[in-house]
């Protein structure tokens, strides 16, 4: 009898040394302080910026009278405000996070997360912007939820595995934009926008409400 | 069962002394404020089971200096990490 109390005890010592060997090294090599919250606002933002430009300027090319480099202008500048507001976001409830954790939030290990969601990302956006400015608006869209999804799979490694499966979603529906171009705006809209607000309510609830319990 | 706690390694049996293996035994290196902030430890609490670990040759410090500030890596070594892996091995065969 005896003996069996102190088997239990010694295991459920064990099991919770366990547990913190596991939370200690997923906490020094991954990325943990992104939080859902901002997924959900990336996506808000994105459907928010697809609307404005399809309905001020796709929808009915007549209805204003831009020239083709205005028009191009306006939707970059759309696209680049979405963006700015999305890291905007991201930046602000990623530190309030790491704040609550009692971690910095500019370590070694959120420098190599950025280091590698980056490279693919800067290379995507670059060729993009080459081809905004060949007039191939299309594959523009097609290339960013494409280059956007490598960046996500490229990251994966040094944050949440969850990201990973984002990324595919993005790549899919990439390639799908680019082969049905007339419904390239709604792939879009899916992509960055109902995917980031899905993905963000799954990872606030699996992670975030977990954490302030 | 005996045998299961001979292989339990008393060196091991606080959490912070596994916290700090579990995190060098995953990373090239640490230095001391990242242990610190990860754990949320005290100056003197963690130093001295940094201590007591590099004491029995598990783990190692270099000493270093980044512009004016001291700063202190530590690594695990090849003695650490084969006893921490021999501890591991033990804790998951008390759950077979």
């Not at chain 1, 991954?30 to 939080?35: A, D, E, P, Y």
């Not at chain 1, 910095?104 to 990302?121: A, C, D, E, M, W």
């Not at chain 1, 007039?135 to 969850?162: C, P, Q, R």
């Not at chain 2, 005996?2 to 339990?8: D, F, G, Q, S, V």
Request: some cysteine; proline content about 1%.
């Amino acid at each position: 009898m005896q003996f069996k109390v102190l088997l239990l005890y010694l295991m459920n010592k064990q099991l919770e040394d366990i547990k913190a060997i596991r939370e200690m090294m997923e906490k020094s090599t991954k990325f943990i302080s992104l939080s859902g919250l901002s997924g959900i606002l990336a996506g808000v933002t994105a459907i928010l910026g697809t609307a404005f430009a399809y309905f001020y300027l796709l929808k009915d090319p007549s209805f204003t009278d831009y020239s083709h480099t205005q028009e191009l202008m306006i939707l970059l500048a759309d696209a680049l405000i979405v963006l700015f507001i999305s890291i905007s976001f991201g930046v602000c409830f990623s530190w309030r996070k790491a704040k609550k954790n009692k971690q910095n939030l500019f370590n070694k290990v959120t420098l190599r997360t950025l280091y590698n969601l980056s490279i693919p990302l800067m290379a995507g956006g670059i060729f993009c912007l080459v081809l905004l400015f060949r007039g191939d608006i299309w594959m523009v869209i097609a290339g960013t939820l494409i280059f956007y999804g490598i960046a996500l799979i490229n990251v994966s490694k040094y944050t949440f595995d969850e990201i990973h499966y984002l990324g595919i979603t993005e790549i899919i529906l990439g390639i799908a934009a680019a082969i049905f171009v007339s419904n390239g705006l709604l792939f879009w809209t899916i992509g960055f926008g109902a995917c980031h607000i899905v993905y963000g309510f799954v990872m606030y609830r699996k992670y975030d409400l977990k954490q302030n319990d | 069962m005996t045998n299961i706690i001979a292989h339990l390694n008393k060196a091991f049996e606080s959490r912070i002394r596994l916290g700090i293996m579990s995190i060098l035994s995953v990373n090239d290196s640490a230095d001391f404020n990242a242990m610190k902030q990860l754990m949320d430890l005290t100056d003197g609490n963690l130093a001295s089971h940094l201590k007591a670990l590099e004491g029995i040759g598990y783990i190692q410090s270099f000493k270093q200096f980044i512009g004016r500030k001291p700063n202190t890596q530590y690594v695990i070594t090849g003695e650490g990490r084969r006893q921490f892996k021999e501890h591991l091995d033990a804790l998951e065969s008390l759950f077979k």
